[in-house]
């Protein structure tokens, strides 16, 4: 492999490293999954990502797989920024902004750039991209883009893909495309072509006519939000136009590798309206996120009171004069962004009246450092599972699920008793808005019985969501950890054509392979022995 490597080094403006060191820090990232890759590379720019595309085609042309895997910082909680053979490692130098419109509301970034050096550069031209992560310090727009990512903002505003207007993308033969809508026309001229991207283009126009039925029966999940999958039925309109840029966007760079993407923004208001809410129980919570969604409010989060109970034992200055024992069953996070003063005052009021007929007790800020204090009760999330005293860690495997908006509170009690039956303690919290619900179950991976029951609680936790009419990842994407379950999710029909786009993008299976579809890969063999994320302590690590 280093005569590879050498080869490559040679031919290429970024660094090429196949060292142990780098190869072992490179064999994991956010999940609890493992896998060392062959050698490490640092594009410099597109043109370094297109050589070493066609460099891979054409060893498998002969016969010879060497995958590859395109990687931002490494915070994907379902393994899919790890691989076996290349590692493209973006932000070491293609993490630049290329161009900002304001006037258009226009951004052409690199897929390496952080997403909070972005969202501070457009939040001065009074922009911002709202589908920000929890780990907007850590992660890149190249993975957001790979994701699908979403977050606390996604209720009001929408997930990744609704904020992607275009894409340079490097296909898996080398070629590079741009993709956008399309007309008819314009479709046809592109299906003329005799090119890797002609009989894309052919091929997969072909493959949504003939079964344009069953992709437009899943077309509108029960769900709010959903990240798993390809999105098929959004790729070709009713009129005949056609644009691969929502099918891109959250394929985990298995279709092909982002070079360049170009963003559209929302205006930005640091004025916000926060109410705190805290609610005795469950029935109380289901009603009070139904009425408070009627207000349209930009955020709707909670935690519940096992989490802050957990935080009492691990950090129990945290919480400190702004939250008081005993804790309330569900604490609820509700935001107001209107762009006038008059509309969120109106809705202020509104949800005050609402408040009193549930006698619950809140607390309402508009001054920026209080509101500060007061999501502190939804970052508390990070201070308990990023908790490393003990051989136990919280361990991201089942903790992303989301089920239908009417059905959030049966699945908080369904998780309640998937934890008690396993004896394992308990902490949900989440965005409550899209009954999109986050927990880590606290194991030692160093136990053979922790690791067994690693895939025992995920076939246990995912047979519940899928029976609740829900989706297995609403934002952090299938991965490794999560592709067994997409054929469960979508049925067998759906799920051979994922496998077909998955063929004619990427007809020697060397992008990402073993990342959204099964390739029945060892999942047990790549369980780590043990769980940590030491870059994770660069920053504050919000879930």
């Known amino acids: 492999m280093n005569k590879i ?33 062959s050698m490490v590379i640092y594009p410099q720019n597109t043109n370094d990502v297109r050589k070493i595309v066609r460099f891979t085609w054409q ?13 931002g910082h490494g915070s994907d909680l379902g393994g899919a920024a790890i691989g076996k053979g290349i590692v493209l490692v973006f932000p070491a130098h293609m993490n630049r902004i290329l161009e900002l419109n304001v006037k258009h509301r ?4 690199q897929p390496g750039i952080n997403y909070r050096a972005l969202q501070q550069t457009v939040e001065s031209h009074g922009l911002f991209l709202p589908p920000y992560p929890s780990s907007i310090d850590r992660s890149t727009i190249g993975g957001a883009i790979a994701n699908n990512t979403a977050g606390e903002k996604t209720l009001k505003y929408g997930a990744t893909r609704e904020y992607v207007e275009s894409l340079e993308v490097v296909l898996a033969n080398g070629e590079l495309i741009q993709t956008n809508r399309l007309t008819k026309r314009e479709l046809n001229r592109k299906k003329g072509l005799t090119t890797l991207e002609g009989d894309i283009y052919r091929q997969l126009d072909g493959l949504l006519i003939d079964n344009w039925e069953l992709i437009q029966a899943h077309a ?14 959004s790729v070709k309109h009713k009129d005949g136009s056609f644009d691969l840029t929502p099918l891109i966007v959250g394929s985990q760079g298995t279709l092909g590798i982002v070079s360049e993407a170009i963003l559209k923004l929302e205006s930005y208001n640091a004025n916000t309206t926060l109410f705190a809410i805290f609610l005795e129980g469950l029935d109380d919570a289901s009603e009070a996120i139904a009425q408070i969604l009627k207000l ?8 519940d009171g096992h989490l802050l109970a957990l935080l009492r034992k691990t950090n129990s200055a945290w919480l400190k004069g702004v939250i008081e024992e005993p804790y309330p069953a569900i604490v609820l996070l509700a935001e107001f962004d209107d762009a006038g003063h008059r509309q969120q005052n109106t809705k202020s009021k509104k949800l005050e009246k609402l408040l009193k007929k549930f006698t619950a007790r809140y607390k309402i800020s508009t001054d920026f450092e209080e509101q500060q204090r007061l999501w502190s009760i939804r970052r508390s999330a990070a201070i308990v599972t990023a908790n490393g005293d003990s051989d136990e860690r919280a361990v991201p495997i089942i903790e992303d699920g989301v089920v239908p908006k009417e059905r959030l509170t049966e699945f908080i009690e369904q998780i309640y008793a998937l934890f008690k039956r396993n004896h394992l303690e308990v902490a949900v919290w989440g965005h409550a808005g899209d009954a999109n619900l986050h927990l880590q179950p606290f194991l030692d991976l160093s136990k053979v019985g922790d690791r067994q029951k690693v895939f025992k609680l995920m076939d246990e936790y995912y047979d519940i969501v899928l029976s609740m ?4 990842c609403g934002e952090h994407n299938d991965g490794r950890l999560r592709a067994p379950y997409l054929k469960k999710s979508y049925g067998p029909e759906m799920y051979e054509l994922f496998k077909q786009v998955k063929h004619i993008f990427d007809p020697h299976g060397t992008l990402n392979p073993g990342v959204k579809l099964d390739d ?24």
């Not at 994991?28 to 999954?33: E, I, M, N």
């Not at 349209?296 to 935690?303: F, N, Q």
């Open 5 to 37: 490597a050498n080869y490559l080094q040679e031919h290429l403006h970024g660094e090429v490293l196949a060292t142990a060191e780098v190869r072992r820090y490179f064999s994991t990232d956010a999940s609890v999954l493992t896998l060392t890759p």
């Open 296 to 303: 349209k409010p930009s955020a709707l989060e909670m935690v």
């Open 520 to 543: 029945g890969s060892d999942l047990v063999a790549m369980l780590r022995h043990e769980y940590s994320i030491p870059s994770l302590a660069d920053h504050f690590p919000h879930i």
């Open 59 to 71: 060893l498998a042309e002969k016969g010879h797989i060497l995958p590859l895997t395109p990687r």
């Open 220 to 233: 509108n999940p029960a769900v709010s939000k959903n990240s798993s999958g390809y999105e098929l039925a």
């Open 469 to 472: 009419g829900g989706s297995t």
């Open 106 to 109: 226009q951004i052409r970034v």
